[in-house]
């Protein structure tokens, strides 16, 4: 009766192990799955994240998981762009050019604001040098200030920047 229990008892212990394992992988979230998650969360950042629904980040990335650094306009910025550019880029014809502003966005590596301190510039995903001016609250981006900092997104760490960088 003894031995029944114990045995009852390891196989209760061992399919709770495997059903927690299982939790654990689907909780796993890809970098780009965690960056939209993090722009939906915030209300600032909804032009962006609606934009970034016409891309599909992941592959922009190579496909793989990796660190990356997101620029990411706040809506004022978008407001500010001149004449038809939003409309120009939420239009579904031009997912080439949505696509080319979008990398000027992504630097590779998750970096927060002070990594950027002491740099004279950065490569952005699509290689266009974004160089690095001020510091402290004054640290700005290729002419773009950064207004939040560090936002962690998992494997991703975003910058909500005053302007849109376009190529």
Same mark, same amino acid.
């Given at each position: 009766?003894?031995?029944?229990?114990?045995?009852?008892?390891?196989?209760?212990?061992?399919?709770?192990?495997?059903?927690?394992?299982?939790?654990?992988?689907?909780?796993?979230?890809?970098?780009?799955?965690?960056?939209?998650?993090?722009?939906?969360?915030?209300?600032?950042?909804?032009?962006?994240?609606?934009?970034?629904? #016409?891309?599909?980040?992941? +592959?922009?990335?190579? *496909? $793989? =998981?990796?660190?990356?650094? &997101?620029?990411?306009? !706040?809506?004022?910025?978008?407001?500010?762009?001149?004449?038809?550019?939003?409309?120009?880029?939420?239009?579904?014809?031009?997912?080439?050019?949505?696509?080319?502003?979008?990398?000027?966005?992504?630097?590779? #590596?998750?970096?927060?604001? +002070?990594?950027?301190? *002491? $740099? =004279?510039?950065?490569?952005? &995903?699509?290689?266009? !040098?974004?160089?690095?001016?001020?510091?402290?609250?004054?640290?700005?981006?290729?002419?773009?200030?950064?207004?939040?900092?560090?936002?962690?997104?998992?494997?991703?760490?975003?910058?909500?920047?005053?302007?849109?960088?376009?190529?």
């Amino acid at each position: 009766m003894t031995r029944s229990i114990w045995t009852r008892i390891m196989i209760l212990v061992a399919l709770l192990s495997f059903s927690q394992m299982g939790c654990k992988a689907t909780k796993t979230l890809s970098s780009a799955t965690q960056m939209m998650n993090l722009l939906g969360g915030n209300a600032n950042l909804s032009t962006l994240q609606s934009l970034m629904k #016409g891309v599909d980040l992941g +592959s922009m990335l190579g *496909g $793989k =998981d990796v660190p990356f650094t &997101l620029l990411a306009p !706040s809506n004022d910025a978008f407001k500010n762009l001149p004449g038809d550019v939003l409309t120009s880029l939420t239009n579904p014809g031009n997912a080439d050019q949505l696509q080319k502003v979008l990398s000027n966005h992504i630097i590779p #590596g998750k970096m927060s604001a +002070s990594d950027f301190v *002491g $740099k =004279d510039a950065l490569s952005s &995903l699509d290689g266009k !040098s974004l160089p690095i001016t001020g510091s402290g609250d004054d640290l700005m981006i290729d002419g773009a200030k950064i207004i939040g900092k560090n936002m962690d997104a998992g494997n991703g760490m975003v910058q909500m920047i005053d302007k849109v960088l376009l190529p």
